[in-house]
């Protein structure tokens, strides 16, 4: 059974019932294990670490607070999740692409244009989405590629850092690591740590930042073949 992790962000609690209700039918009908995470504010969805693959998202809740502005400093933060938002005019803020939006619900909805949102949002994860597995001495996680920041060793252990620092560890090398990840999409920046090119905002010296300011170190012996995976990644 194919699985994903859907996250539903609205400050009424009747339309994330039916938005529950809609998605757990889909998910009976075509046997797709689906992870429904329920929040009814911005505040509260800024502190979750960014392990949903598709965000159902109001467009405008009712303290004011932008939908399309909460978007926008997800994106900013490295999200890259899959974003639905929820509207209930059928005309949309000239502004509203700041969000990148994939999709669009007015309200109110059936459970046909929910069924079709979430196929076409789940075709979409599987031309773009990698998963890896991770192993550790009891269990094994499956997390999605794009929401690591990067991997370093440390006491033996190699440490898996997601967006919003959340952390995985393993004993896997970080060879065996590398192996298992996209080719392109990660590099070593030094003999201890692996970094997510698309995660790269600005390098400084010896210095590399990615998203969530997470800083790591970039050695003069692996400088070179750094830069040219991050060209090559931006040219792709």
Not at 33 to 44: A, L, M, P, R, V
Not at 113 to 123: H, N, R
Not at 194 to 209: C, E, G, H, K
Request: hydrophobic letters at 40%.
């Amino acid at each position: 059974m194919k699985s994903c992790n859907i996250c539903l962000c609205h400050d009424e609690p009747y339309v994330r019932g039916e938005l529950k209700k809609y998605i757990l039918q889909y998910s009976f009908s075509y046997n797709f294990d689906i992870n429904i995470i329920e929040t009814d504010s911005s505040d509260k969805l800024m502190t979750l670490p960014f392990l949903y693959d598709i965000l159902f998202l109001d467009i405008w809740f009712g303290n004011n607070n932008s939908g399309i502005d909460l978007a926008e400093k997800l994106r900013a933060k490295g999200n890259n999740s899959i974003i639905v938002m929820i509207t209930s005019r059928n005309y949309l803020p000239i502004d509203v692409y700041r969000a990148e939006p994939f999709r669009f619900v007015v309200k109110p909805f059936s459970e046909k244009e929910i069924s079709d949102v979430l196929t076409s949002c789940l075709k979409k994860l599987n031309h773009s989405v990698s998963y890896i597995k991770i192993k550790s001495a009891s269990s094994a996680n499956i997390i999605r590629a794009d929401n690591i920041l990067c991997i370093h060793s440390e006491l033996r252990k190699r440490q898996i850092v997601c967006i919003g620092h959340a952390t995985i560890k393993t004993w896997q090398t970080l060879n065996e690591l590398i192996q298992a990840l996209p080719a392109g999409k990660f590099a070593f920046t030094h003999k201890s740590y692996i970094a997510n090119l698309d995660m790269v905002v600005s390098i400084r010296d010896d210095i590399i930042t990615l998203a969530d300011d997470f800083e790591i170190p970039l050695s003069s012996h692996f400088k070179g073949s750094f830069m040219k995976a991050l060209f090559l990644n931006t040219c792709r």
